[in-house]
């Protein structure tokens, strides 16, 4: 089976793991954002104490951090390559790394391109900055002005890879995973 591959991203504290988490308890096949524990062991193992909203403070070798989360997302494609299932949900899809090195201005290599040229996403969702349900917590670090210029660099990236990202209005969950599925179901 032809597994089609959906991505909902957003800059943080927009709302998508609640989607994702939506989607899973209504038995689709979800892919969890692995970056959360990353900035946690970070954290836990780095020397920075004041709060700073770039993760890759608090790690020794930032392009590993960048390179082994490349990694884990293409992982998560490869493996839904796999399944029998018509629709695969991603919390955050390979674009993202690149969107978040080029917000922390950090250089990055053809690899990195490549990586995201070979791992394909059939549709992308993002979920735009809302201020009403933005939250802070231990491993989101970013702002809410940062949240919003990181949606510019998520638009950015996906549109520079090919992709139309489709925004997700703002609305209660269970309107938004609605949203989601009525739209692939039309298409």
């Known amino acids: 089976m032809n597994t089609k591959k959906v991505v ?41 104490s004041e709060f700073i909203s770039n993760p890759l403070v608090f790690v020794d070798d930032a392009m590993q951090f960048n390179k082994d989360l490349l990694s884990g997302r293409a992982k998560h494609h490869e493996e839904s390559q796999h399944l029998n299932v018509a629709l695969s949900f991603f919390d955050r899809g390979v674009p993202d790394v690149l969107a978040y090195m080029d917000f922390f201005e950090q250089a990055y290599g053809e690899d990195f391109i490549a990586v995201c040229k070979n791992h394909r996403y059939d549709v992308i969702f993002i979920v735009p900055p809302w201020k009403e349900i933005y939250i802070s917590d231990n491993e989101r670090l970013e702002t809410f002005e940062e949240a919003e210029k990181l949606h510019n660099a998520l638009m950015k990236t996906y549109t520079t890879f090919g992709y139309e990202p489709i925004l997700v209005p703002k609305k209660p969950v269970e309107q938004r995973t609605t949203f989601i599925l009525d739209l692939l179901n039309n298409n």
Not at 8 to 15: C, E, M, Q, R, S
Not at 21 to 38: A, S, T, V
């Open 8 to 48: 909902i991203t957003g800059a943080p504290g927009t709302g998508k793991t609640s989607i994702i988490n939506d989607l899973e308890n209504k038995g689709f096949q979800c892919f969890h954002e692995i970056i959360r524990d990353m900035t946690s062991e970070a954290k836990i193992n780095g020397e920075s």
